[in-house]
């Protein structure tokens, strides 16, 4: 379900994107499986999840690399294979362990804020490590915020018995801003959440191409403006063609 609806949202923007031309192709693919992935976050604090298995997974392999690239002119190959096992068993294992044994499901990570604190750690980190511009780098932060709150607005509505007219103890706990259990924690999380928005780019052009240029286009094209589907038996029939035709030198 979290997958799914994570994948329709970030589908549908990702569609509104490409149609007004705000994005390049290679961009909206991007943004759409960052999407996905932010759809999948919340659940990073359950000890039990395949989410956290994969993510630290992932992590524990990209970090053994770049830690062999960065050394790999000092040491030699058996030296460099030794430090590459030694990073990933302490990002796997030990790392894992203490964020497991630190967290505690559905606490603050399962939060709006922790949300947009992992939004805002993929803008600077696409800005200031990969080198994408303002606008490019908000768009990956942005989708990977929707994902994790429509995890989060998926779990409070899973939290009502329609058919009961009734509500679930987990009712009020997925869509949160904070918890009052956790005052220090809260403040913290806010607090890394206003460091983050300070060291991002501005969002002056990411604002700009959406409110100016998307919204407009977007609303002129929310219906076709001749008839519904015009043109597109022909456009099927030539794809092939226009595949083969490089091919064949002609």
Known sequence: MHLMGAAGVSGVAATCLVMTGVATHQAVVLYFILGVIGGLLPDIDSPNSIPIRVAFNVLAVMSGFLL????SQRYSLVELVILWIACFVGMRYGLLNLF????VHRGLIHSIPAGICFGL???????????????HAWGCGIFVSAGFVVHLVLDEIYS???LGA???KSFGSALNLGSFD?????VALYAILLLLFYLCPTPHDFLHAVNEDMYHMVRERVLPRQGWFDGLFGTLVCLPCSAIRPVIGF
């Not at 497991?100 to 967290?103: E, S």
């Open 68 to 71: 062999v690239f960065a050394l």
């Open 100 to 103: 497991v044994h630190f967290t």
């Open 121 to 135: 750690a993929t803008t600077l980190l696409a800005h200031r490590m990969f080198g994408a511009s303002a606008l």
């Open 160 to 162: 009502v018995n329609l």
């Open 166 to 168: 009734s509500l679930k």
């Open 182 to 186: 956790n005052p220090l924690g809260t």
